[in-house]
T-cell receptor, first 109, second 116 residues
């Protein structure tokens, strides 16, 4: 099984600022990737899917760099409610997800 | 996304005992997955629960320790057998979304298990 690696953080971000962080993967055969958000003591929730070069959803932008095998997540105009752990996910087989350890983001007033 | 419930939401158990966790989905799904999240760590896939056949276990997980049932397309159970403190984790079930990729998955709320 291939690994998915993330900077654990925490990334301390002033409210309204932009934060970005990366995730590297080692399975070059992976075709799709996902960002999940996990709040403390809660289940992970799907935030974004990345199938091609990138995806944008409101204040969130995910980009995929296949040559360098990394995925990035950018959050613009950070809100206090964005404070969470963001999990990078790369499927390693049909229906089977390899999770990164997560990047903690703390948005401060 | 599907609505997924798990029972119990949490439990505290003595070592050597067993706990069965239930996962109920509000729609029929072919595959269900069971994950474990140990304290401070990310999620690890335990097994894939297939309706009508034996579960498929990942490396490091065995049926004797984590027997799984899948009696129909909306329900599955995971049993944690002969528990030890190392089994203290959050156990989550997941199901694929409606995407054809089966890789967009949605998780139940989890069962927080503490073994003393």
């Amino acid at each position: 099984r291939k690994e998915v690696e993330q900077d654990p953080g925490p990334f301390n971000v002033p409210e309204g600022a932009t934060v970005a962080f990366n995730c590297t993967y080692s399975n070059s055969a992976s075709q799709s990737f996902f960002w999940y958000r996990q709040d403390c003591r809660k289940e992970p929730k799907l935030l974004m899917s990345v199938y091609s070069s990138g995806n944008e959803d409101g204040r969130f932008t995910a980009q995929l760099n296949r040559a360098s095998q990394y995925i990035s997540l950018l959050i613009r105009d950070s809100k206090l409610s964005d404070s969470a752990t963001y999990l990078c996910v790369a499927p390693w087989d049909w229906g089977k997800l390899q999770f990164g350890a997560g990047t903690q983001v703390v948005v401060t007033p | 996304s599907a609505v997924i419930s798990q029972k119990p939401s949490r439990d505290i158990c003595q070592r050597g005992t067993s706990l069965t966790i239930q996962c109920q989905v509000d729609s029929q799904v072919t595959m269900m997955f069971w994950y474990r999240q140990q304290p401070g760590q990310s999620l690890t896939l335990i097994a894939t629960a297939n309706q009508g056949s034996e579960a498929t276990y990942e490396s490091g997980f065995v049926i004797d320790k984590f027997p799984i049932s899948r009696p129909n397309l909306t329900f599955s159970t995971l049993t944690v057998s002969n528990m030890s403190p190392e089994d203290s984790s959050i156990y989550l079930c997941s199901v694929p979304g409606r995407s054809i990729s089966y890789n967009e998955q949605f998780f139940g709320p989890g069962t927080r298990l503490t073994v003393l």
